[in-house]
């Protein structure tokens, strides 16, 4: 196919992300032609740092004007790789009023002001695709989109933050300290600069946000989110773990309920058997049921330059079709629905439980009775490492709401058998 056809692109921001898009862009120039039926030509990039070394860039198509971008009209194509809320927000936002359309891979900015973002979409017409903003190189924003659109989704469960994941294989398959894994991760790259956001939870619950949004047709925002992270995990929660032939995981999870939309972030014992539980080092992977579908789990790389660029692309290329066929904007907001979203309190979990207490008699009744009080049901007592004075109590519960059991452990702490509470973690 021979034609002269230039779709032009500019890209904001060149780093980890944006290198990798600029080099796929590159390297896929060969086949372009026959993929969207144009040149694909990216025209200008933004940058922070001008006087920044980059190999293999033509240094004349940088920029640090943002208005060079969107005010030029060749540029069909915006693609927003920066990070951050602002001033991403403003950029990509002018960029829709403009009419150019806009691939993003900026989860923060899209957990908080998608609902904005996509009403400037719709209203100029163009499309606003951000596949790689949720388990970067893993499709599952266009299959929850699309591919699934004829299921009721009810639950959606996913490892997507490979930093968390890899941490905690580490910890479980080789002993590593938390501390150990943590640097190690950064070490190759998988970690944020500030590993806060990733070790608090704070990333997979932005994530957590957008899916549970496209799952469930309905906004969610981050600040609707519970977030905890894990930070609190210990080598004996590991081993416990490994007692109960299960493994810790930091998942996200969002059910739709009868009584509303569920979403949480936080550690959770995961029996062997679910099929998250085999998703090792920084893998990501995502679970979804549909009742049409069933069950359906997504797999693969969650960060890093080529598995995000891959998803970026994608988009790209999406967008170039669209372009193609006059056909931008074709799929938008799907949150055509306003569920209500519970309160974290309502929630209910299985929680595993680890107190060092007084070795005397009568302890665990009255453990048991102040459980009871609070309507929170026992499955499972095991004690371990006894001594003449003390002893570690494992309680295991059966499925109860967050509030009953937060009152019970506030009555627990202040007893005078209770030594310590070591850990509270849900179990799946
Ligand atoms: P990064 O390596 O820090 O790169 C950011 C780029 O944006 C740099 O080129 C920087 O310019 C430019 N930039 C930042 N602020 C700017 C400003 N105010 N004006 C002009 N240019 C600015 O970030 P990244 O890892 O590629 O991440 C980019 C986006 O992808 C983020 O939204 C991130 O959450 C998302 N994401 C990343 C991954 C991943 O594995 N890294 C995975 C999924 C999603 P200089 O080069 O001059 O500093
Ligand atoms: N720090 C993130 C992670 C990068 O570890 O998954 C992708 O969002």
């Known amino acids: 196919?021979?034609?002269?056809?230039?779709?032009?692109?500019?890209?904001?921001?060149?780093?980890?992300?944006?290198?990798?898009?600029?080099?796929?862009?590159?390297?896929?120039?060969?086949?372009?032609?026959?993929?969207?039926?144009?040149?694909?030509?990216?025209?200008?990039?933004?940058?922070?740092?001008?006087?920044?070394?980059?190999?293999?860039i033509d240094a004349s198509l940088l920029t640090d004007q943002w208005e060079d971008i969107i005010q030029d009209d060749e540029i069909q194509i915006v693609i927003e790789v920066m990070g951050g809320i602002e001033p991403a927000r403003t950029m990509i936002l002018a960029a829709l009023n403009a009419g150019k359309n806009v691939v993003s891979a900026n989860k923060d900015l899209i957990a908080e002001h998608g609902r904005e973002l996509f009403d400037a979409a719709e209203r100029n017409h163009v499309d606003f695709l951000f596949e790689a903003a949720v388990a970067g190189g893993i499709p599952i924003i266009r299959p929850l989109k699309q591919c699934l659109a004829g299921n009721e989704i009810s639950e959606v469960i996913g490892i997507v933050n490979g930093t968390t994941n890899y941490i905690l294989t580490k910890m479980f398959e080789e002993n590593m300290s938390f501390e150990a894994a943590l640097a190690k991760a950064t070490e190759l790259g998988y970690a944020e600069a500030d590993p806060t956001a990733d070790v608090e939870g704070l990333d997979a619950g932005r994530k957590a946000a957008i899916m549970a949004s496209i799952a469930f047709h309905s906004r969610v925002v981050f600040s609707d989110v519970y977030t905890e992270g894990i930070t609190k995990i210990t080598a004996e929660d590991i081993s416990y773990a490994k007692e109960f032939d299960s493994v810790i995981k930091l998942l996200a999870v969002a059910h739709n309920t009868e009584s509303g939309i569920e979403v949480a972030v936080h550690p959770m014992m995961l029996g062997r058997e679910h099929p998250l539980a085999s998703v090792r080092d920084s893998f990501n992977a995502v679970f979804v049921h549909g009742d049409a579908v069933d069950d359906a789990m997504f797999y693969g790389r969650g960060a890093g330059e080529f598995p995000t660029?891959?998803?970026?692309?994608?988009?790209?290329?999406?967008?170039?079709?669209?372009?193609?066929?006059?056909?931008?904007?074709?799929?938008?907001?799907?949150?055509?629905?306003?569920?209500?979203?519970?309160?974290?309190?309502?929630?209910?979990?299985?929680?595993?439980?680890?107190?060092?207490?007084?070795?005397?008699?009568?302890?665990?009744?009255?453990?048991?009775?102040?459980?009871?009080?609070?309507?929170?049901?026992?499955?499972?007592?095991?004690?371990?490492?006894?001594?003449?004075?003390?002893?570690?109590?494992?309680?295991?519960?059966?499925?109860?709401?967050?509030?009953?059991?937060?009152?019970?452990m506030n009555e627990i702490q202040q007893m005078e058998s209770v030594k310590e509470v070591s850990s509270v973690i849900r179990e799946y």
């Open 1 to 56: 196919m021979q034609s002269d056809k230039t779709i032009k692109a500019g890209l904001l921001g060149l780093g980890t992300v944006g290198g990798g898009v600029y080099k796929l862009i590159q390297r896929g120039q060969k086949e372009m032609m026959q993929k969207i039926g144009a040149n694909l030509e990216v025209a200008k990039i933004l940058v922070h740092n001008m006087n920044k070394k980059r190999e293999g």
């Open 309 to 408: 660029a891959s998803a970026v692309m994608g988009d790209i290329i999406d967008v170039c079709r669209n372009l193609e066929y006059q056909c931008t904007g074709r799929i938008s907001c799907t949150c055509y629905r306003e569920t209500p979203i519970k309160q974290f309190d309502d929630v209910k979990n299985k929680f595993f439980l680890r107190m060092q207490v007084a070795n005397e008699p009568g302890v665990l009744a009255r453990i048991a009775q102040v459980f009871g009080d609070h309507k929170v049901s026992i499955a499972r007592v095991i004690q371990k490492n006894a001594t003449e004075k003390s002893a570690e109590l494992v309680i295991v519960t059966e499925k109860v709401k967050e509030y009953h059991m937060q009152d019970a």
